[in-house]
């Protein structure tokens, strides 16, 4: 079993629309959270992190965190064209550990 | 924000000759890199970790005398894949974290990947 699981999709949604993203997790020594959003043919990027559980936003972006539930969400408001691309979620025990990456959800915003 | 690059971008090469793939934080120093391998439609698996001046740690699975990793200063990591072999046809991308941010979140800052060919 994968220590993240998130659903490749691809999951399809007209612009303006909220997308909706979710990883599980197993590993409860997980402390840090992170979206990365990644363009074809290119490196991640770090979009949030976040530290145990609960809610952080960033502009348009939304993490959510679980730990009850083992359960992360990133929400992305009035979707633009621009966020196509694929979104992964990564867990890590501690700020120095090794990431462990879910398999990464495409994401296709239609004009 | 910081940058990480990797050279070349992508690369084809014959069957049993040897790549080297480099990694530089541009602007930034860095004890720790990371190699991954992503293939299409799948997630980054992370093969090693590389720290500055001591040898690599490699995850389970991963062939070390196949995957030669040095990193030699604190802003060049090297990932040599010896004798490729079609099914070592992959996305490559390596990462840095930032030295000397002890007690905050040390972000791994990805480069932008190498695409590897064997024909």
């Known amino acids: 079993q994968k220590e993240v699981e998130q659903d490749p999709g691809p999951l399809s949604v007209p612009e303006g629309a909220i997308v909706s993203l979710n990883c599980t997790y197993s590993?409860?020594?997980?402390?840090?959270f992170m979206w990365y959003r990644q363009y074809s043919r290119k490196g991640p990027e770090l979009l949030m992190y976040t530290y145990s559980s609960g809610n952080k936003e960033d502009g348009r972006f939304t993490a959510q965190v679980d730990k009850s539930s083992k359960y992360i969400s990133l929400f992305i408001r009035d979707s633009q064209p621009s966020d196509s691309a694929t979104y992964l979620c990564?867990?890590?025990?501690?700020?120095?550990?090794?990431?462990?990456f879910g398999a990464g959800t495409q994401v296709v915003v239609t004009p | 924000g910081a940058v990480v690059s990797q050279h070349p971008s992508w690369v084809i090469c014959k069957s049993g000759t040897s790549v080297k793939i480099e990694c530089r934080s541009l602007?930034?120093?860095?004890?720790?890199m990371f190699w991954y391998r992503q293939f299409p439609k799948q997630s980054l698996m992370l093969m090693a970790t590389?720290?500055?001046?001591?040898?690599?740690?490699?995850e389970q699975g991963v062939e070390k005398d196949k995957f030669l990793i040095n990193h030699a200063s604190l802003t060049l990591s090297t990932l040599t894949v010896t004798s490729a072999h079609p099914e070592d046809s992959s996305f490559y991308i390596c990462?840095?974290?930032?030295?000397?941010?002890?007690?905050?979140?040390?972000?791994?800052?990805f480069g932008p990947g190498t695409r590897l060919t064997v024909l």
């Open positions: 990564a867990s890590r025990r501690d700020s120095w550990g090794k990431l462990q």
């Open positions: 990462s840095a974290s930032p030295s000397g941010r002890a007690g905050s979140y040390n972000e791994q800052f």
């Open positions: 590389s720290n500055e001046g001591s040898k690599a740690t490699y």
């Open positions: 602007d930034f120093q860095a004890t720790t």
């Open positions: 590993n409860s020594a997980f402390q840090y």
